[in-house]
């Protein structure tokens, strides 16, 4: 089934850890995006994806890094984690056929101790 | 700078109540506009508008978008408890294709209460 995945879904870790978000998707997905959302807040997009081997910044200023090295797969890393990442991280797809619809996975909701 | 605004930010209501919740814009480069539903943890697609005074319905959801007023509303008609949730508006901007991007909005919580 054609599906979007993000793990791990909860992630608690201690300040200067290096951390990897996984984002997978299924449907065979162009663009892919992460977004930033703090609770009761709106979501932000940090990066986003063209294609395999294209990143882009997105509007929110972010020391994480993202790689698309396959289509369907769009990590983002933080090579140093703070309490000030502590965040939900929303990983999103898009089909350039179908415009700005996007699906989203899960999300992963990280605590930086 | 690109703005979306979502009123009212919370509402409670009654199940069998119906609701409206508005979205307005202000932005470059409109593309569409789009609601989703966001319960716990990720939104949800739920419409995409483009056109004017088109009304899109999915049940007993229902929206229509008006470009020359900017803004948008979403109605729920005959409400249970099970459409509490966050629902999310967004402005697709950009020159299309690859290069466009969504500005979303905080949110209206809707509670519903049996």
């Known amino acids: 089934e054609a599906d979007i995945y993000q793990t791990p879904r909860y992630l608690v870790i201690g300040t200067g850890k290096k951390i990897t978000l996984e984002c997978s998707q299924t449907m065979g997905h162009d663009k892919m995006y992460w977004y930033q959302q703090d609770p009761g807040m709106e979501l932000h997009l940090i990066h986003y994806?063209?294609?395999?081997?294209?990143?882009e910044k997105g509007d929110l200023s972010s020391e994480s890094t993202v790689s698309r090295i396959r289509t369907e797969h769009f990590p983002l890393t933080l090579e140093s984690a703070r309490p000030s990442h502590t965040s939900q991280y929303l990983c999103a797809s898009s089909d350039l056929a179908t415009l700005e619809t996007q699906y989203f996975g899960p999300g992963t909701r990280l605590l930086v101790l | 700078e690109d703005k979306v605004v979502q009123s009212p930010l919370s509402l409670v209501v009654h199940e069998g109540d119906t609701v409206t919740l508005n979205c307005s814009y202000e932005?470059?480069?409109?593309?569409?506009l789009l609601w989703y539903k966001q319960e716990k943890k990720a939104p949800t697609f739920l419409f995409m508008l483009?056109?004017?005074?088109i009304e899109k319905k999915s049940g007993r959801l229902s929206s229509i978008l008006d470009k020359k007023e900017l803004f948008s509303i979403l109605n729920i008609t005959a409400t249970q408890t099970g459409d509490s949730a966050v629902y999310l508006c967004a402005v697709e901007v950009g020159y299309g294709g690859a290069t466009n991007k969504l500005i979303f909005g905080t949110g209206t919580l809707l509670a519903v209460q049996p």
């Open positions: 994806s063209y294609g395999v081997n294209s990143t």
């Open positions: 483009t056109s004017s005074g």
């Open positions: 932005v470059t480069n409109f593309r569409s």
